[in-house]
């Protein structure tokens, strides 16, 4: 088994010597795994958030997002499929604030032009999309790595049911070999989600390649912002943008959202 590992790990790394130089240095502990600098996280992130984006609080779509979030794991449990902390491969799920954030960001923006990076077993990507079915309108792309382990790639996607599936497109590679073409294509994306390879070079070629193609007004979503400085960095040249940082529910980390202002650098 170890020895049918390490030779996927091999051919992967000669396929894509990046993202496979940055998978190794996060499985064997080289890459930074905490902020340098940590950012002073938002106690009442989610009442100044609806604030900002001009919605009402308490939001509806926020208390409807906690009984998704339970439908979620009841149909995982049911499927086999045990959902948490380290329980993909030993990445993780979604953090139920962050599902709680991408839902109202996903009404309130009323986004239609959605990108993940990311996708695991697909519990952030059934909170946009059932947004997007429930408005009748707008489209998921979600790029995704799957992990080295085959024996979980069934798992991909488990909590998207078939009738969310048509607004929904599964782009199979890195976000280096996959996200320039979609950005291409797309023009312009109303909300970004990154919960793909959280390190320090990863995040930072995200959040700059995204930016110029977020439309003012847009939202980028951001899990893990305390594996490395990548997040602050960005932020102090982002022009304009308002940022969040939260706590993960269970406390074990960050995740950060940034809101495009008026006022921007598209030389970003």
Not at 125 to 139: M, T
């Amino acid at each position: 088994m170890k020895l049918a590992w390490l030779l996927r790990a091999t051919a992967f790394l000669v396929r894509e010597p990046r993202v496979g130089a940055d998978r190794a240095a996060v499985r064997l502990g080289l890459e930074d795994q905490t902020w340098s600098r940590p950012l002073a996280p938002d106690v009442e992130w989610e009442q100044e958030l609806h604030t900002a984006l001009d919605a009402a609080w308490p939001c509806q779509v926020a208390i409807r997002a906690q009984g998704t979030w339970d439908q979620i794991q009841l149909e995982l449990r049911r499927s086999g499929i045990r959902s948490g902390r380290g329980a993909y491969g030993g990445w993780d799920d979604a953090d139920t604030g962050l599902a709680r954030a991408v839902c109202c960001l996903t009404a309130h923006l009323q986004a239609e032009t959605v990108v993940e990076t990311g996708v695991a077993r697909g519990l952030t990507a059934r909170f946009v999309l059932e947004q997007l079915d429930q408005a009748g309108e707008g489209h998921l792309s979600s790029i995704d790595l799957p992990p080295l382990d085959r024996s979980i790639h069934n798992e991909v996607g488990a909590a998207v049911p078939e009738r969310l599936r048509d607004r929904w497109s599964y782009l199979k590679g890195s976000s280096r070999g996959r996200l320039p073409s979609l950005i291409e294509e797309l023009r312009s994306v109303d909300l970004f989600i990154h919960d793909s390879l959280h390190t320090r070079r990863n995040l930072a070629f995200e959040l700059n390649s995204i930016w110029p193609v977020l439309r003012v007004g847009g939202a980028v979503v951001a899990d893990d912002i305390h594996r490395n400085d990548a997040f602050g960095d960005f932020l102090r040249s982002a022009v304009g943008a308002r940022a969040f940082v939260i706590r993960h529910s269970d406390g074990a980390g960050h995740f950060g959202i940034l809101l495009k202002g008026e006022t921007h650098d598209d030389r970003l």
